[in-house]
């Protein structure tokens, strides 16, 4: 068993501090990571605020871990020492069911074990996450960071870059294509970088006109005010894909004209109830509501070798392990451009 | 120009009363047409009663029209007098965009034209439906009736009937799959004929318990009560695709976690504002909410030939001309298994 130091969430009472946490000792299947940098995403605020309920402290939130592996089970295969190494928002699975059958273990019938939070044999009974200076996964669960990407700037790859490829590669994004993301932020951001890379027309749709210039030096090749009827009404049948990367519950009905005949909107952002439904722009025109939630194992690993082969990292700002608690209070500023990632040399 | 006994409603107040409607003379390219049986939809109360505030009087409601050719125009090429033919929910349509283009008429960009209630070059500057003697149709819109179906059963296929199939064949129902058919009424029997005849597994999901035995009746090989919640547990992630025919507003999102990954729930009842939608069972599953409109003239002349083939048409009750007010009257209460036929030799 190690015992590493950590930041962690003590009570529903923010602020996180640092904590040495019990992680489990190296199994046969296991790969034992030295975290370098980990991403903070929403949901880690969520988590730590439990927000949600479900969490049980203490708790390590941190589910965008980027780092290099000290050491294996005498049964891995996959990874050495020393190699790059990166692990997502979920470090096991049934592996029996269609989904994990599927390769889309995040859709595991099971249900699959959160990098942080789910009930596991690990010490203390549950997950802990990335904000630490080591984690043990299992081998299935670890992916191998490509040559070429900032370590960094690559971390929020594992969650809100995912988050964004995995539904613009299932509905088939590429040339020809007009692909809308509505809501500009960590996972918008990546939205338009991964769109505009697979070929598609790429538009920034935002009620906020100052967010234009940016979206454009991302890759957009317009942006659509939202708010604007007259340019909304222009914009109408135009889109063969929309991904909504709003946060939080939202009127997303005015989104649905702008897709074409067959068109789908993707909700991969505000999980849970959100504004009424109105049927009349999808019955008039075959158009579809998704959700989606990040991506399996196997389509991590292509995201992470798409993003290398076309040099897309996200947009980060990198900040000291104790600075964390500045950090989550801006994030729920929306102050942020657009992810903040801590460095674990920082955490003693 | 030709002068005919309709049934029209003369304002927002019912009853519907026999009346001389003129229709436009027999131009080169129309059909003129006997009706002999036409279907009442719900659609004819909406708008008789001026429920949408649209309705313009006089107007002579009717889409699921079934008769003979009486005459055809100097380019007609395709129908001949003395021929069965059908007309379902529209008469026109631009013809050059890329629905139209796709066969998808019922998607026209620029707005296809209603069998009823349309602005047109025609007598009055409307088009007025199919509760009369006689009616003139572009051969475009015409639809030939297969030999071997019972003409006036046939009537409701062109609305009831192609609202189900137009879905059903869209998401590729078939053999191997489960398909899950909500509400039983005029759309809902037919979806379960539809999607037995198509081979897949066919699950009818209703509170209604005493709807049981008939849904067996018609096709179904389940019944699955939705108020049921330990059904509707074992029941989860069960099906590829359901049919939701409920008519009103509803709680729709208790259905969203019977579907597999990737299963679509379609709406193709309730038109407009519905319930909240939660995104949870959405994002969890990668599941979809779709809307669909009738289908196309050449899908619903592949749909009547499909009910010829499979021996299908609809279950109705025939009525006289002179009972309409009687069966709208008990349509707003649910009451008619499950659809009202007008026997226009009944209109004097």
Redesign the interface.
């Known amino acids: 068993m190690l015992i590493t130091p950590s930041i962690a969430a003590h009570s529903a009472t923010l602020p996180l501090a640092p904590l040495a946490i019990a992680r489990r000792a190296v199994g046969p299947q296991d790969v034992q990571i030295d975290i370098e940098f980990c991403g903070i995403c929403h949901t880690d605020l969520h988590v730590a605020k439990n927000d949600w309920g479900r969490s049980v402290y203490p708790i390590v939130p941190g589910h965008e871990i980027v780092g290099r592996v000290r050491a294996v089970g005498a049964q891995v295969t996959r990874f050495a020492p020393g190699q790059a190494v990166a692990v997502g928002c979920f470090v096991g699975s049934c592996g029996t069911c269609?989904?994990c059958a599927d390769h889309?273990e995040q859709?595991c019938?099971s249900g699959y074990t959160l990098t942080y939070g789910s009930p596991s044999a690990d010490p203390g009974g549950y997950t802990q996450g990335g904000y630490s200076k080591s984690i043990v996964v299992g081998q299935d669960f670890v992916l191998s960071l490509p040559d070429g990407l900032d370590p960094a700037s690559a971390a929020p790859l594992l969650c809100a870059g995912i988050t964004s490829y995995s539904p613009l590669r299932?509905w088939g994004i590429g040339p020809g294509m007009t692909v809308g993301v509505i809501g500009l932020g960590g996972l918008g951001h990546m939205g338009i970088k991964l769109a505009h890379a697979m070929g598609a027309k790429t538009v920034m749709i935002t009620t906020s006109p100052g967010k234009a210039a940016d979206a454009m030096r991302l890759g957009a090749n317009e942006v659509l005010i939202s708010t604007d009827e007259e340019a909304m009404l222009v914009m109408a049948?135009q889109f063969d894909f929309l991904l909504n990367t709003i946060p939080v519950p939202h009127d997303?009905n005015a989104y649905m004209s702008l897709l074409?005949?067959d068109g789908?909107m993707c909700?991969?952002g505000?999980?849970?109830?959100?504004?009424?439904?109105?049927?009349?722009?999808?019955?008039?025109?075959?158009?579809?509501?998704?959700?989606?939630?990040v991506g399996g194992i196997r389509e991590t690993q292509e995201m992470l070798n798409f993003c290398a082969a076309h040099g897309i990292v996200s947009d980060i700002e990198l900040i000291k392990a104790a600075d964390i608690n500045q950090a989550y209070e801006r994030m729920q500023k929306n102050d942020v451009k657009y992810r903040f990632v801590i460095d674990m040399a920082s955490l003693v």
Chains 1, 2 share one sequence.
Do not use: D, E, W
Request: hydrophobic share 45%; aromatic share 6%; no cysteine.
């Open positions: 269609s989904s889309m859709y019938l299932h049948n997303f074409k005949v789908t909700i991969v505000a999980i849970g109830p959100n504004a009424q439904l109105n049927t009349r722009p999808m019955i008039l025109g075959r158009r579809n509501i998704a959700g989606s939630l």
